[in-house]
């Protein structure tokens, strides 16, 4: 049975092969998983080294080489979703025969769980910073020409810079530029930008300094990370997301998902908790969604809200969901999603429990 189960997990292992044209360079990736996608596939090939990654449920292969000749700066990536190819097509600088495809790096050929691979980063330019309230911002942040990927639905990333000469590393979440949702992922936005709506802290040692960032800056980006599946949402009837302050900025992706790509959804209600009004992120496309479309719904709860605020006040609780979280019919297919200061998420997470949902009908946004 041991041997069995060897051969399976060898089977399932990636391999690769290249071949060479006068002009061109292609390397060819067998994934062996039969939904293959763009999301899945993360290439980065600046000077002569080229690194490839490919996402396999939770395992990550990667190719990593110095190549033997140089390369131009942009390629082409070539996917066949169903039999699980990838290619990643590469332009000689010369037109002179490759002996050998490059020396192979450290992590060339290993294909290892995901949570064990390291974080890559690139550096990526900020190209533009607009106001969205007091003290949150819309970052947007360019990819270089020399690196290919998407950040999946539910997925954030990792900022690093260097601060009074030490690393720091923080996650944010990358968004859609806004809330519209005539159109469909990817071909809606140049997938080279990374959208980010993050929060200044007044004393915050990351956000200042990232506040501090000029246009034409550069910072490092990381490869896409997470738990969350798209597969929670499939077949799904009603979707619940709990957001708190930044804490939404994973609901922008999956929102939008949803209501685009799943055509049994019946209901979307985003219930928002802020402290005061004016800390509200996106309130004005919020309601004119809530208006377009009317499967979607949105409540604003404030935790220190004004005099004359009319509308919901106080912090999360089992009651206060309660009257929130109505299936749209009995035994509907439904999720829950979470995302906060960790008090608010975990909180949360028991208010749900102790109304009775499950585990599967749930997802919490964490690091
Ligand atoms: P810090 O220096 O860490 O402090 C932030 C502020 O909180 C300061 O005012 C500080 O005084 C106070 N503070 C610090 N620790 C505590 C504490 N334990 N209790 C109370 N107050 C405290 N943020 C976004 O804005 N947008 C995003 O899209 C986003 N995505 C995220 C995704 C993930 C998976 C996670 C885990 C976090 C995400 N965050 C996001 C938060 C982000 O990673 C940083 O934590 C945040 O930007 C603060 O960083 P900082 O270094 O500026 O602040
Ligand atoms: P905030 O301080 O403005 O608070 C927003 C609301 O959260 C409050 O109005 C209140 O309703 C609730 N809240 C705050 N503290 C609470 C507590 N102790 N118990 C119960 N409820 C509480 O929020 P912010 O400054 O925008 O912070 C957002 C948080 O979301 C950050 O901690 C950030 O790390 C986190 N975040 C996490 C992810 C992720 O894990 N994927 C993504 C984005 C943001």
Not at 217 to 244: H, M, R, T, W, Y
């Amino acid at each position: 049975e041991k041997k069995l189960l060897a051969a399976s997990a060898k089977d399932l292992t990636p391999s690769y092969d290249w071949f060479q044209t006068d002009g061109m360079v292609t390397i060819v990736i067998y994934t062996k998983q039969k939904d293959m996608n763009a999301e899945l596939v993360i290439v980065d090939c600046q000077d002569k080294r080229l690194r490839g990654e490919i996402i396999v449920n939770d395992y990550s292969y990667v190719l990593e080489v110095d190549l033997y000749h140089a390369v131009e700066e942009d390629f082409f990536i070539n996917i066949a979703e169903k039999v699980g190819k990838v290619e990643i097509i590469l332009k000689k600088k010369d037109n002179v025969h490759w002996k050998m495809l490059g020396q192979p790096l450290e992590s060339h050929n290993t294909f290892i769980k995901r949570k064990n691979r390291g974080l890559f980063y690139r550096k990526c330019k900020l190209v533009s910073k607009t106001e969205v309230t007091h003290d949150t911002k819309l970052f947007c942040f360019m990819l270089p020409k020399t690196t290919r990927f998407q950040v999946p639905t539910g997925q954030h990333v990792y900022l690093k810079q260097i601060i009074a000469g030490t690393e720091v590393v923080k996650p944010y979440t990358p968004l859609l530029p806004f809330l519209l949702l005539d159109f469909k992922e990817p071909s809606c936005h140049d997938s080279a930008n990374i959208y980010l709506m993050i929060k200044i802290y007044s004393c915050g040692l990351f956000t200042q300094a990232l506040d501090h960032l000029q246009i034409g800056d550069c910072i490092s980006i990381s490869n896409p990370e997470g738990n969350f599946k798209k597969s929670q949402v499939q077949a799904l009837e009603d979707l619940f997301l709990l957001a708190a302050g930044t804490g939404f900025t994973p609901m922008v992706k999956l929102l939008n998902f949803a209501l685009s790509e799943v055509s049994s959804l019946r209901t979307a209600k985003l219930i928002f908790f802020n402290k005061t009004e004016d800390d509200i992120l996106w309130r004005n496309q919020l309601e004119q969604l809530a208006l377009k479309d009317e499967r979607f719904e949105v409540q604003f709860v404030l935790s220190e809200p004004a005099r004359d605020w009319v509308g919901k006040q106080g912090r999360i609780s089992s009651s206060l969901l309660s009257g929130f979280l109505k299936r749209s019919r009995k035994d509907s297919k439904v999720l829950i999603c979470i995302c906060g200061p960790t008090p608010f998420t975990e909180q949360g997470v028991q208010c749900l429990k102790d109304l009775g949902y499950s585990q599967e009908e749930m997802h919490a946004f964490t690091a």
